[in-house]
């Protein structure tokens, strides 16, 4: 079976840190191009970065350019997002998502075009 499982969410006060992985079972993610995606309540899905399957293209919302870092550890299979400095208006479940693309090096915004999707890590911004 397919799966993505995100992990890495929580409670955390403002200026705080947090780390996200990412992490694929049953299939090995070397050359999927992957996103990160949020949703807060009351809010449309947004995406928050993205980066090619080689790990050679990365992409930031620009809410987050700057906080943020994504990054690939295939040995692993698993992707990571860092979040640094982290504001109260980064509230939100965070979700990965998998795609392959035809060109290898592509990064993806547009969610609907990911084939594979985690179930969400909540994570919450506030003093």
């Known amino acids: 079976q397919l799966q993505l499982v995100e992990s890495g969410g929580g409670l955390v006060q403002p200026g705080g840190s947090l780390r996200l992985s990412c992490a694929a079972s049953?299939?090995?993610?070397?050359?999927?191009?992957i996103g990160w995606f949020r949703q807060a309540p009351g809010k449309e899905r947004e995406v928050v970065s993205c980066i090619s399957g080689g790990g050679g293209t990365t992409m930031y919302a620009d809410s987050v350019k700057g906080r943020f870092t994504i990054s690939r550890d295939n040995a692993k299979n698993t992707v990571y997002l860092q979040m640094n400095s982290l504001k109260p208006e980064d509230t939100a479940i965070y979700y990965c998502a998998a795609g392959l693309w035809r060109v290898q090096a592509a990064c993806v915004r547009t969610g609907g075009l990911y084939g594979y999707w985690g179930q969400g890590t909540q994570v919450t911004v506030s003093s």
């Open positions: 049953g299939f090995t993610l070397d050359n999927y191009g």
